[in-house]
């Protein structure tokens, strides 16, 4: 989920930009300090959006830079469990694909990409259906769920779980394939009852012909 958060942080100035706008400066280095850090509070930083305030100047003994306790907004990113989220197949591995969604990757463990077992193709670094024939492979869009959150102090160590072993997840076209699926076996009930009428029908006719009188002979 994106957040705008507004936060409090110490900013430092270095001398050579002293001659430049002090607004813009103090916004391009917090973006340099903070995009792409996660905080375990608010999530991932993906850039700073607005400067709300900026406090007095200070000058530490033996640093010619300015530090500033600044007021700020900043855009982030976080994970909440039971999340559905859309991504692309960036990675394949004999034990699963990793997503890239936002700024973010996520694990689809093989285990979780369908109720169908899923095998490996090496050689084409995709995944392969043995009863759906299915297939998953690189650059494919899907739909997921976040099933596992574990963040740290950095993306490399943190973890998300994935899973698409649920109604309307998957790729695109195995949504639309279970949708007819399930278009034709709603059907079945009224198509056969359908049948049923037009035997009884038929029956009825076949029943009234035998009743009927045979047509008298000319005298």
Do not use: C
């Amino acid at each position: 989920m994106y957040k705008i958060v507004t936060v409090e942080d110490t900013v430092r100035v270095p001398p050579r930009r002293f001659g430049e706008d002090l607004e813009a400066v103090i916004i391009s280095e917090l973006k340099n300090m903070l995009t792409g850090r996660i905080n375990r509070d608010i999530g991932l930083i993906i850039s700073v959006t607005n400067l709300q305030n900026v406090g007095e100047g200070r000058i530490i003994l033996g640093d010619g830079a300015v530090y500033y306790d600044v007021r700020f907004d900043v855009l982030t990113y976080v994970p909440l469990l039971n999340e559905v989220v859309e991504g692309i197949v960036s990675e394949t591995t004999e034990f699963g694909a990793f997503i890239t969604f936002g700024p973010l990757d996520g694990l689809l463990h093989v285990s979780q990409m369908t109720e169908d077992y899923m095998s490996y193709d090496e050689k084409n670094l995709s995944f392969h259906g043995k009863e759906s024939k299915k297939t998953l492979k690189l650059g494919d869009t899907v739909r997921a769920r976040v099933v596992t959150v574990s963040i740290k102090d950095r993306i490399s160590t943190s973890k998300i779980g994935l899973t698409m072993r649920q109604p309307f997840l998957g790729k695109p076209d195995w949504l639309v394939e279970e949708e007819t699926k399930k278009a034709g076996e709603a059907a079945k009930p009224e198509i056969k009852a359908a049948k049923k009428d037009a035997v009884k029908k038929e029956v009825g006719k076949k029943e009234a012909a035998k009743k009927e009188p045979a047509p008298k002979k000319p005298k």
